[in-house]
């Protein structure tokens, strides 16, 4: 019983972590946070500027 669980385990990591050859190269991903820290490498926090100009769109 536990040996299946270990390869649907083992399955289930390597369909997570693959990506097809015809992806395009894009930031290095880490396990449980992905590419979450290489996204912004701004000072200043996007959600604000998209704020600020959805006002100005919007008034």
């Known amino acids: ?3 299946l669980v270990a390869i649907l385990v083992v399955l289930l990591v390597y369909w997570v972590f693959s990506k ?3 992806f395009p190269p ?3 991903r880490l396990p449980l ?5 290489f996204i912004n490498t701004r ?3 996007l ?3 998209a ?3 959805t006002g100005k769109i919007w008034g």
């Open 1 to 3: 019983m536990w040996f």
């Open 20 to 22: 097809p050859n015809n």
């Open 26 to 28: 894009g930031p290095p």
């Open 33 to 37: 946070v992905g590419s979450l820290p």
């Open 43 to 45: 000072k200043e926090p």
């Open 47 to 49: 959600f604000h500027i």
């Open 51 to 53: 704020l600020e100009n």
